[in-house]
């Protein structure tokens, strides 16, 4: 040991404290793989709505990420646009717009997603509810005339009920078949209606460990039982589940509003209980409720619970008998 | 058959593959020893003054304390100073300096003796004679931790083989070139606290050396081999217990509470050591690795070498970002790299300046990542909040006393949040609470 | 005189009772849906909170003091019967409107704390500013809102189209979440303004 050059003087070390190594995923990683999850069916919207889909798309998730950049800049915070959680909330968004809704429906909606729902509670991780369910809701509230009532059906000019408006008595018209519910081929909202591409982007987040398969699980578990118990008409057991699950926003809503981390527990047995939750609520309103369809109010509604969700399931701490107080 | 294993935790690459299957190699002899007199309990009291000619193995400090273990001289020559110094443990010690006579004179002392010969009060006795401490980093004194309070007793003893920490390899080794002086530990520590079964347990991915302690233990029926998933922090003591022994130990409890007795590999080859060449604890196998030196090595050193020997041993070639004494999950970042290797030194870690890198910290996002990691089964990012804004209550009820600090819950986290110094902080106020309230 | 005008501009800016005390909020909830309802309602409790503040001052030194809540709700009360049987008779449709609103003011917190933490402690002369200038705090925070709730909601204000006919308006302003929405961000931008942000 001759040499002894590489006696350092202190402050030439980076001193912190440990763990010293970390895992690869970033927030930013986990947000990109969620917009890469929701291009399936962002696709298939396309195929069945015409280019106006597209156009809504691209004008949400501009908006969104703009509105986010102009908040943050004008707040003198950090910019985190790059983070994509503003252009998921914008695509989230654009989703849940038919696609003979006026362009400024969406832009509006997506301004109010993320300066009122999300900037005004301090960004990225403290909004409680989902930002872009609750400016569905804004938007619902505010020009019910666009977002209730009869949808432009795929591939045609025309428009018709959804297949749960008209399962549930509100509209006339004729069931489309399971097929075309599975593949989307029929009326609602820009990114609900294919279940088949909404079931690759939410396994895609499953296999990726992006969201946890708890949550969407019991979601659709939960509406596929209540509706098989309570949905038919002669009596108890009578329902059609896979009506009910395939039908609606329940995919779109179930892989990919209730996973949202912000505004889900972050205790596995409390996304178990926040998924079984929102699939009463939904049935609930589907069934008795004056909408036809409940996945948007059902998962807010449990956005609400969700602190009293993680005071209810804290883990077993090792070395405890049960849960601590 | 799915191995043995405990719920949370994370799996980082382990890192391993550069010295895993390097044989222990031995540093040339050190011209200078540092020896700090606080490893392991209370400080020890110099037991030579400057000038004095001390040989190997002479005890150079005690204390009269009972939670303290001697040190031992680990070169022969000529005490130099007796001065402060930082450790690499974060502490400042009183240390006995040794410049080398480069002869390495061994006193000689009991000369070893064999297993069979001895009572359990003697093995006790050789124990704290050997200035034996946990090996793992911990560095508590074995006497002590073999003697368990009145009423209760040990009815198993576990040697912890899974090293856990990616990068280091020094236990992985020993496993493999002394596993029949590992054996005889065992059997000492059985032998000591009249347990019945002995368990060694080895993560999986150490395929090497669960082979060979197999091979070694086909004739004893009280030694089983556990192969145990590869997942950290599968070496944490609670964790080990409850992968092997399905028991936990109490909150607030020690080991002893579910009748396990955890020794390191490292403590139990330098009880072997001790009990059949009389030699005390003076060297320790060290992992010395990370991508800027040249040679990573697994080194057979003397305590009290500084790392910067050890560091141009191995040739560094490159720029230092951090040093770390410890693995990457729960190493010590080091301000200086003239600090001695302590007698729980088991690994000293070099990242380049891009890997040591600070990410920049974020808002917590809620993915619950941490809830999944955490071992102990704690709300991480709960506690975090607690902690960094004082709601010292909220944290208490959150059982942050029970957090084990393995950083499990940092490493997952996407937003990169300083938990483990948050939950530190927390634990450490919760705990002088407690204290006061006593 | 500069003391008077200070008792006058507190209500209105420093501690505007809606915006800043967010006290007695029902009223500006319920009512703000068009710029005249709130008009109307702000001119009911500046009759109420004057008159009330004077008769209260006047009678602070002969008031027992274990009874001077049940004294304060019956000058308020009477003062309040008074507004609501004139509105009725100058508005009529305006009244009917407003319905329940105005006899509630007699249970208006704002008038209640004012009768206890300043007439009944000031003399006259600054007891009638200080209700006048509460009131009028009142009144413009009402007018603000509604302002706001009617045009986005409705496209008008006080029945004026003032937005192009092509504006179609957000019924959600006019229903009950726009007015929490509304409040909260006046309350806020109040806060910015005047600095009152942050850590207090």
């Given amino acids: 040991m001759a040499d002894k050059n590489i006696l350092l003087s202190e402050g030439e070390l980076l001193v912190s404290s440990s763990p010293h190594i970390r895992a690869e995923e970033t927030v930013d990683w986990l947000m990109w793989q ?82 009122v729902v999300k900037q005004t509670f301090g960004g990225l991780g403290y909004n409680f509810v989902n930002p872009a369910l609750t400016a569905r809701a804004f938007l619902l509230a505010a020009w019910p005339q666009y977002l209730a009532g009869n949808f432009p059906l795929p591939l045609d000019t025309i ?41 690759v982007g939410g396994l895609y987040l499953i296999w990726q460990k992006v969201i946890d398969w708890r949550t969407p699980v019991a979601f659709i578990g939960t509406v596929a039982v209540l509706s098989w118990a309570f949905g038919g008409n002669g009596g108890l057991f009578t329902g059609d589940p896979l009506y009910h699950v395939l039908a609606g926003g329940l995919m779109l809503g179930a892989f ?26 939904t049935v609930l309103i589907r069934l008795w409720g004056g909408y036809p369809e409940g996945v948007s109010y059902s998962i807010l509604l449990m956005n609400l619970l969700v602190p009293f969700l993680e005071r209810w399931t804290v883990p077993r701490v090792y070395g405890t008998k049960s849960a601590q107080a | ?47 030579v003054k400057v000038g004095d000619k001390v040989q190997v193995g002479q005890k150079i400090g005690e204390s009269q304390a009972f939670v303290s273990a001697p040190v031992h001289a680990s070169i022969s020559g000529n005490v130099t100073a007796i001065e402060p110094v930082a450790c690499p443990n974060g502490r400042t010690s009183l240390a006995v300096v ?68 990616p990068y280091l390899t020094c236990d992985q080794r020993l496993l493999v070139e002394e596993t029949e002086s590992i054996v005889l530990g065992l059997k000492a520590w059985l032998k000591v606290t009249g347990a019945k079964k002995g368990y060694i347990g080895i993560e999986d991915n150490k395929r090497e050396a669960i082979a060979a302690i197999k091979a070694a233990v086909t004739e004893e029926k009280d030694i089983e081999v556990v192969p145990l998933m590869t997942k950290f922090p599968q070496g944490s003591e609670k964790q080990l217990i409850a992968s092997i022994l399905g028991r936990e130990v109490p909150s607030g409890g020690l080991p002893v509470d579910a009748g396990a007795l955890v020794q390191n590999v490292g403590t139990t080859y330098a009880l072997s050591q001790a009990i059949t060449a009389g030699k005390p604890l003076v060297e320790r196998v060290v992992t010395v690795t990370g991508t800027p030196l040249k040679k990573p090595l697994n080194i ?32 010590i970042a080091q301000t200086r790299a003239d600090v001695p290797v302590l007698k729980g030194t088991s690994g000293i870690l070099v990242l380049s300046p891009q890997e040591a890198r600070p990410l920049p910290e974020r808002a917590c996002i809620r993915c619950g ?47 990169k949040r300083h938990l483990v110094p948050a939950l530190r902080l927390g634990k450490a106020e919760v705990m002088a609470q407690r204290r006061r309230k006593k | 005189m500069k003391k008077l005008w200070n008792i006058f501009f507190n209500g209105i800016i420093n501690e505007n009772p809606t915006l800043r005390l967010v006290i007695g909020m029902c009223a500006p909830l319920a009512v703000t849906t068009t710029v005249a309802n709130g008009f109307w309602m702000g001119v009911a409790v500046i009759f109420v909170l004057t008159a009330s503040n004077i008769l209260i001052s006047a009678l602070r030194k002969i008031v027992p003091d274990q009874i001077r809540i049940p004294i304060f709700v019956v000058v308020i009360a009477t003062f309040t019967t008074v507004a609501d049987l004139s509105l009725k008779a100058i508005q009529p449709d305006i009244h009917a409107k407003l ?83 509304c409040l909260g961000y006046l309350l806020g931008g109040l806060n910015l303004l005047t600095g009152k942000t942050g850590e207090n």
């Avoid at chain 1, 909330?89 to 997506?110: E, K, Q, S």
């Avoid at chain 2, 141009?312 to 693995?327: P, T």
């Avoid at chain 3, 809102?145 to 189209?161: D, H, M, P, S």
Wanted: one cysteine or more.
């Fill in chain 2, 300 to 331: 057979r050193t003397r305590i009290g070498t500084l790392f910067s020997d050890l560091l141009s041993f191995c040739e560094l070639d490159g720029e230092i970002g951090k040093l770390i004494s410890g693995g990457p999950m729960m190493g």
């Fill in chain 2, 98 to 165: 040794i410049e080398s006579d480069g002869n390495d004179i061994w006193l000689n002392t009991t000369g070893g003796s064999s297993l069979d010969a001895m009572s359990p009060a003697d093995i006790k006795g050789l124990v704290r004679e050997a200035g034996l401490v946990g090996m793992g980093g911990a560095m508590f004194p074995t006497h002590v931790k073999i003697s368990p309070p009145p009423g209760k007793s040990f009815d198993a003893v576990i040697i912890n083989g899974a090293e856990c920490e």
């Fill in chain 1, 159 to 199: 428009t018709g009920a959804t297949p749960l408006a008209i399962l549930d008595g509100t509209a006339a018209g004729t069931l489309p078949s399971y097929l075309d519910l599975f593949l989307g081929n029929v009326g609602g909202v820009l990114g609900e209606t294919s279940a088949l591409a909404l079931l």
């Fill in chain 1, 256 to 281: 990919f509003m209730a996973t949202d981390y912000v505004t889900s527990p972050v205790t596995p047995k409390g996304r178990l209980g926040f998924g079984v939750g929102c699939g009463i609520i």
């Fill in chain 3, 99 to 181: 319905g329940v609103f105005v006899p509630l003011i007699v249970v208006n917190c704002i008038i209640l704390a004012r009768a206890e933490a300043f007439a009944s402690k000031n003399n006259v002369l600054d007891s009638a500013v200080d209700g006048m200038g509460m009131a009028i705090g009142f009144t413009l925070a009402l007018i603000l809102l509604a302002t706001i709730r009617e045009v986005l909601g409705n496209g008008t204000w006080w029945g004026i189209r003032v937005l192009p006919a092509g504006f179609e308006p957000a019924i959600v302003m006019i229903l009950p979440p726009g007015a929490f929405v």
């Fill in chain 1, 34 to 115: 969620v917009v890469i999850a929701l291009l399936p069916a962002a696709i298939s919207s396309v195929y069945f709505f015409g280019f106006r889909s597209l156009f809504l798309m691209v004008l949400g998730v501009a908006t969104a990420v703009l509105t986010e950049a102009a908040v943050e800049k004008a707040l003198g915070k950090e910019i985190t646009i790059k983070d994509g959680s503003a252009a998921v909330t914008g695509l989230l968004l654009a989703f849940n717009v038919p696609a003979n809704a006026p362009w400024w429906l969406v832009v509006l909606g997506a301004i109010f997603a993320i300066a």
């Fill in chain 2, 1 to 47: 058959m799915g191995l043995r294993t405990f719920v949370g935790g994370v799996h980082p690459a382990p890192s391993k593959g550069r010295t895993g299957d390097s044989p222990v190699v031995t540093a040339p002899l050190p011209q200078k020893v540092v020896i700090p007199l606080a490893q392991g309990g209370a400080p020890c009291d110099p037991l």
């Fill in chain 2, 369 to 415: 990542r941490c809830v999944d990691a955490c071992p102990i089964g704690l709300i991480p990012t709960l506690l975090d909040q607690y902690c960094r804004h004082e709601m010292w209550e909220q944290a208490t009820q959150g059982h942050v006393a029970d957090c084990i600090e393995c950083g499990s819950c940092a490493y997952v986290c996407p937003s």
